[in-house]
């Protein structure tokens, strides 16, 4: 399972190195995203800095679904989904595999995220340690959520409209967490301790993993 | 010929009748008990009375119906359990559940401006009654899109399992949102007055009323499911029936060639099994 995971997480950011898709358009739009909430929100900063956390998540959330379907369709073209199931692969390895590759795109993006907050917003970071432990969990439990819905909606000719509704509401969790994390640790005023938001994300990610590798079998089944 | 609807036997008729009419007349004596016969509350005064609606509603939505839909997804997905009974089912009980979610927010927000003074708080139940709604939103969309009906089982089943893993956690997350960090979060201290007597029985009877009521809606949807299964599977006979009986081009040259070619013997024997009458242009 874990051979078959590094595998095809090895193929899809290969694929994404030569293609470069969500580097050069996904990643431009999630800094456009925080561009358009301080115009929103600005151009005062107090405003902007008291939001910065929420807003990197939201950014995190709706950029997600791009990386998301990106994956899904990597496999949309040339009978790629049947290639996969044929190759022999452990589903439960296509599963992680997958889900590592959108981790590993994720958190590229929020590295590029945090410094637009810091940099546009003008946020100051208190324990940039919790910051990289929430965003590596929580984008574990997006990747493995998100992951699974995009199977679910790919080759579907609604898939667009579908991932969306199916992934925002399912993924809320991560977004009330992540955000309180972020708010502890950029030390904003009232917030409390971010240790119980952080086991959140952990038990939401753990939990979406194991549900990923039990379903996406019989899932990939579908025609 | 297309074969006959699936038809509900005599029996099973009354008793989905009965079912019927018993859930209207509980939903009726609970309004008639709740507006005119109990005594208003102390503090709560008439506003009270939603008391016998909203919870009943609430607790068909969020644990009968999501809770069946839920288990009758994981039934389909399992191998040994498979039965496109337990799809019907589960399609059946969320879209139920779906209005009646709806309707515990149009209530509870009824409430919530009577009591609270505001439509809308971010209160915990509130809000993750809201985002159960567009998980359940979500079900009914997947179950809409097109395809192979076991492909279609199978999707919808994966994604009752997954809101229905991500209830719970949605449940705790807004709960410590609403109250970890927020001083003075809306709670309603009155929300369980001692209740006694006639409240308390008209409570209980709306329980009854709604529960029966969602009995009976669910019945009556699982069979207009199973209806339109049976609709797809025979429109496209019956769209071709028609067409022939109408004659036009295709009868036309039909009945110009008597004999039948090995590549069009289908269609001639689909033809051969139309309704009577003579094909237009013989």
Known sequence: ????????????????????????????????????????????????????PGLFWVAVLFTGVLAVQRSAALEGGDGGRDGLRLSGLDPAGVFLGKAAAVAVQLLVLEAVLSAGVVLFYGAHVRSPGALVVASVTGTAGLAAAGTLYGAL??????????????????????????????????????????????????????????????????????? | MASPP????????????????????????????????????????????????????????????????????????????????????????????????????????????????????????????????????????????????DARARRSAVVALVAAVDVPIVHF????????????????????????????WTLLLGFVAFTLLFAWLLVVRYRLVTLAEWREDTELAEALHERWAEGGPVAERRAAVPTATTATAAPGALAGARPAGPPAGS
Do not use: C
């Open chain 2, 6 to 149: 699936p038809a509900w036997s005599r029996r099973r008729a009354v008793i989905v009748h009965v079912l019927g009419a018993a859930s209207v007349l509980a939903v009726a004596i609970t309004v008639w008990l709740g507006l005119w016969v109990t005594p208003p509350d102390q503090h709560l005064r008439d506003e009270v009375r939603l008391v016998y609606v909203h919870p009943p509603i609430a607790w068909v939505a969020l644990y009968l119906a999501f809770g069946l839909g839920a288990l009758s997804s994981v039934l389909w997905l399992w191998t040994r359990t498979r039965s496109a009974a337990w799809d019907r089912l589960a399609a059946a009980s969320m879209e139920v559940g779906t209005v009646f979610t709806a309707l515990t927010l149009v209530t509870g927000s009824i409430w919530g401006r009577a009591t609270w003074g505001v439509w809308w708080a971010w209160d915990a139940r509130l809000t993750s009654t809201a985002l159960l709604l567009v998980l359940q939103l979500g079900y009914l969309a997947v179950r809409r899109v097109p395809s192979d009906r």
């Open chain 1, 1 to 52: 399972m874990w051979r078959d995971g590094v595998l095809v997480a090895g193929k899809d950011l290969r694929i994404e190195l030569r293609s470069r898709v969500v580097l050069h358009q996904v990643v431009p739009v999630a800094v456009l995203m925080l561009v358009l909430f301080a115009f929103a929100l600005g151009p005062a900063t107090a405003p902007m800095v008291a939001a910065a």
């Open chain 1, 153 to 223: 909606a790919a080759g579907l000719r609604v898939r667009e409209t579908l991932l969306p509704l199916l992934f925002l509401p399912v993924a809320a969790p991560v977004l009330v967490a992540g955000t309180k994390v972020w708010q502890s640790a950029l030390g904003a005023a009232g917030a409390g301790s971010g240790d119980p938001w952080l086991r959140l994300l952990v038990v939401f990610a753990v939990v979406y993993l194991a549900v990923g590798v039990v379903i996406f079998g019989p899932l990939q089944e579908a025609p």
């Open chain 2, 173 to 200: 997350s807004v709960d410590w949102w609403t109250t970890l960090h927020q001083g003075g979060t809306v709670t309603n201290p009155n929300l369980s007055p001692t209740i006694h007597g006639s409240m308390a």
